[in-house]
């Protein structure tokens, strides 16, 4: 048997090393430029955040800087004739860029201001177009504000304008750089406020008699914003208060509250600060007074009183009309008519005798401030004549005054009117009906008059409270 030796033959593998090398190389580079780009890309992402919030503080800042600006530098109109406020936003319809337009301060240039005092847009726009912040690189804000709502233009003569407010805050904040980023910040701002008409009569002293309803003297409410005083006349909300007593009899009605600080039914004035011995009383609450538990204040009306020089006697016998201004002690007499035009006027005294009529042409707004120097017998004497108001809204013939001289009303069919005069013993005479709210320091009805309310006094004239932040959202560019 022959054994045949078999022989093994090697063959070069060093190429397959060289290979290998080659693919692990390959490999760690892909690694290594994912890790690379991986990190790009996260450095990128956290600049690009970085950017995003920044662009938010600033516009955030542009927001605050809009509500510091509104609730300290802006002018507020004192009269509503250039807005239509019936609208959401409110609109321009006169004075403004475009009006019928949306009511718009702007200080952002793709967005046109519309406002009807240039003096306030431009004070907007210079405050608040585009502010660089302190201690952030390359960042600035713009801003632009739309009024949404507005009801009263605040009162004068109690040193507030405005009346309630919303604006809808737009800020811009910007980041400029190779990569710009912008982040647009929106936010609702609202000013609230305070009627100073909330009843049909509220008497702030404390001596009896406070409030005297006697014969068939009544209160009630109508609307005139919404029409006629017998199309929205109700049996509620005919309000009374006082500081102090309440005495009702005969018929006497109050078609809604009475607000006492204490209800106190026995005893004697000015313990018993609620007397009813009227076949009718009170018709809110169940019939029975509701109790304030404090005294409730009014503010002093400031106003510019006419000078010394001019407390003067002057009567009219004949039909006269009068322009804003200050003016002495005047009477109209013999059943004439005294007109007045829209504005705010300074009598010393005003009286009305014979049946003589003040009328009010064309039609506006007018503000009597009574100064009552050197005590006159009455600071308002309408005992023999009344205000024939042909607007019906009672708001638009204001009769203020700050002394404590007494003064006598008497309503008629177009007696339309407020008073304001919380140190003033103040008596409704003649059986008359009066249209709108009485602010005195006492109210004695003694001819059986009616006292109707107008409930559009809870947001026609108001006290401006403080804004306040109410809604915010942000989104970017």
């Not at 690379?36 to 690009?48: C, G, K, L, Q, S």
Request: charged content about 5%; proline content about 5%.
């Amino acid at each position: 048997m022959q054994i045949k030796n078999k022989t093994r033959t090697w063959k070069d593998e060093r190429g397959v090393s060289l290979l290998i090398a080659l693919l692990t190389l390959m490999i760690i580079s892909l690694l290594a430029t994912g890790i690379i780009f991986v990190t790009r890309t996260e450095t990128a992402t956290t600049a690009n955040y970085t950017e995003l919030a920044q662009a938010r503080y600033a516009a955030e800042a542009g927001v605050q800087s809009t509500i510091n600006w509104l609730s300290n530098n802006y002018t507020p109109p004192t009269s509503l004739t250039a807005y239509n406020t019936s609208t959401v936003p409110v609109k321009c319809v006169s004075g403004c860029a475009s009006n019928g337009s949306a009511v718009v301060l702007s200080a952002v240039g793709a967005v046109s201001s519309n406002y009807p005092d240039s003096a306030v847009a431009s004070a907007y726009n210079s405050a608040l177009s585009s502010q660089a912040l302190t201690g952030l690189p390359n960042s600035s804000y713009s801003t632009y504000a739309s009024l949404l709502n507005m009801a009263g233009a605040g009162v004068s003569w109690l040193g507030s304008g405005g009346g309630v407010q919303t604006w809808q805050i737009t800020s811009q904040g910007t980041i400029a750089g190779i990569r710009t980023a912008t982040v647009e910040v929106t936010a609702t701002y609202e000013r609230t406020g305070t009627p100073v008409f909330a009843y049909a009569v509220f008497a702030t002293g404390t001596a009896c008699p406070t409030i005297n309803f006697s014969a068939s003297g009544l209160t009630n409410s109508y609307d005139s914003s919404q029409g006629t005083y017998a199309a929205t006349v109700q049996t509620t909300r005919g309000d009374l208060g006082t500081n102090g007593n309440l005495t009702m009899s005969g018929s006497a009605t109050i078609n809604g509250n009475a607000y006492l600080v204490n209800v106190v039914t026995s005893g004697s004035c000015p313990t018993k600060t609620f007397s009813n011995s009227s076949s009718v009383g009170v018709t809110g609450n169940g019939g029975v007074p509701t109790a304030m538990g404090a005294p409730k204040t009014f503010s002093n009306p400031v106003y510019t009183n006419p000078s010394p020089a001019l407390v003067t006697n002057t009567s009219y016998g004949s039909n006269v009309s009068l322009a804003p201004g200050n003016y002495n002690n005047v009477t109209i007499s013999g059943g004439k008519t005294l007109t007045l035009s829209p504005g705010t006027y300074n009598f010393n005294s005003l009286t009305l005798s014979g049946g003589s009529i003040i009328t009010v042409s064309p039609a506006g707004t007018v503000v009597l401030e009574i100064a009552g120097a050197g005590a006159p017998s009455k600071a308002v004497d309408f005992s023999g004549g009344s205000i024939s108001n042909s607007g019906g809204a009672p708001a638009s013939f204001q009769i203020v005054y700050n002394g404590s001289q007494p003064m006598t009303l008497s309503g008629g069919s177009s007696s339309a009117a407020v008073v304001y005069a919380p140190h003033s013993a103040i008596t409704m005479s003649g059986g008359s009906p009066w249209f709108g709210s009485i602010v005195a320091d006492s109210f004695i009805n003694s001819g059986g008059s009616a006292v109707h309310y107008d409930r559009s006094l809870d947001t026609s004239l108001v006290t401006a409270g403080p804004f306040q932040l109410i809604a915010f959202s942000w989104s970017k560019f």
